[in-house]
């Protein structure tokens, strides 16, 4: 079990469609991230949202846009992907920042066809 | 930039050997977290090591953090198939996000 909520599980999109990712948290964590995971890989960090601001953008393509609506949801809007963006998209949570560990969520699976 | 080395990438055991996934960073960290990842699953945190030296256990895992803290271990103990997955080690260094390390990739042979 999780306590972070992510929505879908699994979403394919074709390269004009918009879709959006949802994640939710309730632990009253104060820090989420976006990751994403290719196959074999480690998380590969996208955005940091500190107090409902964003605080990093680790050079993500504007096709990925994220949008923090308050502390408990985080969503990332995806735009005109590419086939090479399919991979596991992860959402985190942490309580105060990068020194504390991390609670991800189960994910959504992307393939863009 | 920050960079996080661990090896072995693959790691073949029989069930009931012990294992070992070592995690070495190129700048001192401020702390070292250890992450599990079933195969189709996600990350999931199993420990924290704060302090230079440190040496914690789970159970049959242990974990250590080096003296520099620059580097880090995960050793299991009696391997079992329930072990099976990827472990992440990753750190931040000062203010910055955590650097996950590539991970090594654990099957155990029942």
């Known amino acids: 079990d999780t306590e972070v909520t992510q929505t879908p599980k699994h979403l394919v999109m074709g390269m004009t469609n918009k879709k959006s990712l949802k994640c939710e948290q309730h632990?009253?964590?104060?820090?989420m991230y976006w990751y994403k995971q290719k196959a074999k890989k480690p998380p590969e960090l996208m955005f940091v949202y500190s107090y409902e601001k964003l605080s990093i953008n680790e050079s993500v393509p504007s096709r990925f846009s994220p949008e923090c609506p308050n502390s408990s949801l985080l969503n990332l809007h995806l735009h005109a992907l590419q086939p090479e963006d399919s991979a596991l998209y992860l959402c985190a949570s942490s309580q105060r920042g990068f020194n504390s560990p991390l609670h991800f969520g189960n994910g959504t699976r992307l393939t863009v066809t | 930039g920050q960079q996080v080395m661990q090896i072995p990438q693959y790691q073949h055991v029989q069930e009931g050997e012990d294992f070992t996934t070592y995690c070495n960073s190129s700048t001192t960290l401020s702390n070292i977290q250890w992450y599990k990842q079933r195969p189709g699953g996600h990350p999931v945190f199993l420990i924290q090591l704060v302090k230079s030296g440190e040496v914690k256990k789970q159970k049959r895992l242990t974990f250590q953090f080096g003296e520099a803290k620059k580097n880090s271990s995960l050793h299991i103990t009696a391997t079992q198939t329930t072990d099976v997955g990827t472990y992440f080690c990753?750190?931040?260094?000062?203010?910055?996000?955590?650097?996950f390390g590539k991970g090594t990739r654990l099957s155990v042979i029942a």
């Open positions: 990753a750190g931040p260094s000062g203010n910055t996000p955590l650097v």
């Open positions: 632990m009253g964590h104060r820090a």
